[in-house]
């Protein structure tokens, strides 16, 4: 998950729940609250955390307003009244328009007026994200942040995703102090989904003759610049394209890397690793491009049959790494340029990029364990 608007609802939540406050306070990747107004000074929150105020009426906003104004400077006016807001805006405070969708008059609402305040918060009756689409398509131009109301990680990560940009943020309303610690997780996890991807030499290149290879399928469409991490051993791996470059004689794959032979280690998300074998549809792969950032794809299908091989070798500060491809022109590995080049023509002396790691793996984890594979 990038980096996004992360914003605490404790509009409904007591003093007593100070556990919960304290968390979100000491998580950096939580960046804002949401009170009701008439909590004003009940809890003690971080200078670094924007606070957000919910408005129902204009008399509350005046009754508040100087308290208000003591609390921060930066200080979020959020209401679905466009009578607050205004008045808001008017005492130079940031403003946000809160929109309960329910049904197509509100979302039009969310679409014709969301993009007059610094910030649109959405909550909705009903599971689809459609509504949610047609929000972000609308308001793509606009400068104003998009945060969904959420109530667990789960829907938090299907957001983000909506129109492949997703929403900017989340406004997440919970009284489990679980249900933070694992957004933190994940949170965390998403910011360091990046492999060090080095230039190896080859040093050896071997026509092995038949044997069983496998394509990997996924239900995600892959970049020029994406590759799979596939490798004879846990030392690491040559990455091996998508079939996204232009061939003469088929239409590309953009959905495939045609990975390797069957007994070969696929990279997958934690930095694990899987036998092709081992892939089933509905499981994840880890996708990798030329600078090192890595995400994870679903995979649609694993499809095996019996081609002719191709072993390539390559060594990275003296440590040897190895793939075994299917032997056709067709089959593209990353040169030392990131250049897609294809497999039957590297040389030894070439260089490939590669990833390359302590060796040791007990069903796909890393352990720390002596082990020679050769």
């Not at 208000?68 to 200080?75: F, L």
């Not at 607050?84 to 005492?91: I, M």
Request: aromatic share 6%; with cysteine.
């Amino acid at each position: 998950m990038s980096k996004r608007t992360i914003w605490y609802d404790a509009r409904n939540h007591n003093h007593t729940e100070q556990e919960l406050i304290a968390l979100v306070n000491q998580s950096y990747n939580f960046n804002g609250i949401l009170y009701h107004v008439e909590q004003i000074g009940e809890w003690a929150h971080s200078d670094r955390l924007t606070i957000a105020i919910h408005v129902n009426a204009v008399q509350d906003l005046e009754k508040y307003l100087d308290q208000i104004n003591a609390e921060s400077a930066e200080v979020i006016i959020v209401s679905s009244s466009k009578a607050v807001l205004e008045k808001a805006a008017l005492a130079n405070l940031k403003t946000g328009l809160y929109v309960y969708i329910e049904d197509e008059a509100s979302m039009l609402r969310a679409c014709e007026e969301g993009g007059n305040y610094h910030y649109l918060l959405v909550e909705f009756k009903d599971e689809t994200n459609i509504p949610l689409e047609l929000v972000i398509a609308k308001l793509q131009q606009s400068n104003t942040e998009i945060l969904k109301y959420v109530q667990s990680v789960s829907d938090a990560v299907v957001s983000k995703e909506v129109m492949e940009v997703g929403c900017d943020g989340f406004l997440i309303d919970t009284d489990r102090v679980e249900v933070i610690s694992q957004l933190n997780q994940v949170v965390e996890h998403a910011r360091s989904t990046t492999l060090p991807v080095v230039k190896a030499t080859v040093t050896d290149v071997v026509h092995l003759g038949p044997g069983e290879r496998a394509c990997i399928d996924t239900t995600s469409l892959l970049t020029t610049e994406e590759a799979m991490i596939v490798g004879s051993t846990s030392s690491g791996g040559l990455l091996v394209c998508s079939e996204t470059h232009y061939l003469p004689y088929m239409n590309t794959r953009p959905f495939r890397v045609n990975a390797g032979a069957v007994h070969s280690y696929v990279w997958c998300p934690n930095d694990t690793t899987e036998y092709i074998t081992d892939l089933k549809v509905g499981g994840k792969v880890s996708v990798i491009d030329t600078s090192g950032n890595v995400r994870e794809v679903n995979i649609g299908r694993i499809k095996i049959e019996v081609r002719p091989l191709l072993l390539i070798e390559a060594e990275y500060e003296g440590k040897k790494i190895n793939t075994i491809v299917q032997d056709d022109w067709h089959i593209r590995i990353f040169d030392g340029d990131g250049n897609p080049k294809n497999a039957t023509t590297f040389k030894i002396g070439d260089e490939v990029l590669a990833y390359e790691c302590e060796p040791g793996r007990h069903v796909g984890v890393k352990i720390l364990e002596k082990i020679l594979e050769n």
